[in-house]
């Protein structure tokens, strides 16, 4: 049986298999996750529940590999949207993963492996930290909570109840529209 082909690489790049993916999700382990940045606006000093609001979301991601290690700066960029198209606040969050390698850093494809990695998993690893700031933050504007919603990478935006659209802008980046 031949095995599916994985998405999402440059031409000449090495395709790592779906089993030597597998076998490098096995082999890597999440041992730090730390806050790099924060930047946060708010144009309102406050924002009732009834306001019309639309939640513009963009995430990107960038690695760097080390001996032992790799590490993700994952970063979200959240505008709140007014009826008027104003932007009436912003959060832009980066933090940073660090995965130890293990047996993986000796793999010849090791980028690829990391490079399909940000772009299939590395989202569903930050996105419940990420989410956590951007409440905290939308809180201390003095607005009501918002809450994003769980990331479904394969979720079509008629799924879910707050989003309206989803679309990639490119193979690292991810941006999303939600009503708030």
Do not use: C
């Not at 104003?86 to 995965?99: D, H, P, Q, S």
């Not at 993986?104 to 690893?125: C, D, G, M, Q, Y």
Request: charged residues 25%.
């Amino acid at each position: 049986m031949a095995e599916r082909e994985l998405v999402g690489l440059t031409a000449g790049t090495s395709r790592p298999t779906p089993s030597e993916f597998d076998k490098f999700l096995r082999e890597i382990e999440l041992t730090n996750l730390r806050l790099i940045a924060i930047n946060a606006e708010s144009s309102m000093a406050a924002l009732s529940p009834e306001t019309p609001a639309t939640v513009n979301t963009e995430a990107s991601a960038d690695s760097e590999i080390r001996d032992s290690e790799f590490e993700i700066r994952q970063t979200l960029k959240v505008a709140l949207i007014g009826p008027n198209d104003e932007v009436m606040g912003n959060v832009n969050v980066t933090i940073g993963l660090t995965y130890s390698l293990g047996a993986a850093r000796t793999k010849p494809n090791i980028e690829s492996l990391i490079k399909i990695f940000i772009e299939t998993s590395v989202l569903l690893h930050a996105w419940p930290y990420l989410r956590e700031m951007v409440t905290a933050v939308t809180i201390r504007f003095g607005w009501p909570p918002l809450i994003l919603p769980l990331f479904k990478p394969a979720v079509t935006a008629a799924t879910t109840k707050k989003s309206r659209s989803a679309s990639t802008r490119s193979k690292s980046t991810k941006r999303r529209r939600h009503d708030a």
